[in-house]
């Protein structure tokens, strides 16, 4: 079945610095990803929806100078946390389609637990 | 605006058991229906999905859902539980746009 790989897992990092994180489809082409915020034991937060080539669609309330996308490629799109605080941590998960027919299912990534110390 | 309810944070069943987790949704036009479980620490992974046809729909780990129209549920039942079952559990509505919406989900505990 689609493959959606996530990496890193698990990023531990000074506040500051920037995290970059990558979600690749290995069998499939994704013209769409989308990048997900979860905290502990809640729901998915929709942050962006990334479309290959174009400019990611943010969600109201993400700072799209804070979580940067880019979706440069029908098999990569990344996630990166600019100057990272504690606030920030948490687990970031993507996903992806592998065609543009709206029944198909998300394929996800196993996420990133992001920590900022 | 399309919705999706998961109205129980929490459910808890005996191994052996029947198990439902419930979802109701509201979304214009005909609606397209997942249920997706999350293990700790992992990504989402697929289970079942509505698009048409029979009401009852069967999926992975032996999981089904029902769907009813009248009443705009999509409530995920499994006849015997297993306590490896015990994760956290999406329901989720796609839109004619053919954008997701996830419940907030709904933790299952399957006890030995």
């Known amino acids: 079945g689609a493959v959606v790989s996530q990496h890193p897992s698990w990023v531990i990092c000074k506040s500051g610095t920037s995290v970059k994180i990558e979600c690749r489809s290995l069998?499939?082409?994704?013209?769409?990803m989308f990048w997900y915020r979860q905290f502990p034991k809640q729901s998915l937060m929709l942050m962006a929806t990334?479309?290959?080539?174009?400019?990611?669609?943010?969600e109201q309330g993400v700072e799209k100078d804070k979580f940067l996308i880019n979706h440069a490629s029908l098999t990569l799109s990344t996630l990166t946390v600019t100057s990272a605080h504690p606030e920030d941590s948490s687990f970031y998960i993507c996903?992806?389609?592998?065609?543009?027919?709206?029944?198909?299912?998300?394929?996800f990534g196993d996420g990133t637990r992001l920590s900022i110390l | 605006a399309q919705s999706v309810a998961q109205p129980e944070d929490q459910v808890n069943v005996a191994e052996g058991n029947p198990l439902t987790v419930k979802c109701t949704y509201s979304?214009?036009?005909?609606?397209?229906l997942f249920w997706y479980v999350q293990y700790p620490n992992r990504g989402l992974q697929f289970l079942l999905k509505?698009?048409?046809?029979?009401?009852l729909v069967k999926g992975s780990y032996g999981f089904e859902a029902e769907f009813n129209k009248s009443q705009t549920s999509f409530h995920l039942k499994k006849p015997s539980a297993l306590v490896s079952d015990s994760a956290l559990y999406f329901c989720a509505v796609i839109s004619n746009a053919g954008k997701s919406t996830f419940g907030d989900g709904t933790t299952l505990t399957v006890k030995p």
């Open positions: 979304v214009s036009g005909n609606p397209y």
């Open positions: 990334s479309n290959e080539g174009s400019k990611a669609t943010y």
């Open positions: 069998d499939f082409q994704a013209t769409t």
């Open positions: 509505y698009i048409t046809g029979d009401n």
């Open positions: 996903s992806a389609r592998d065609s543009g027919v709206r029944n198909q299912p998300q394929h």
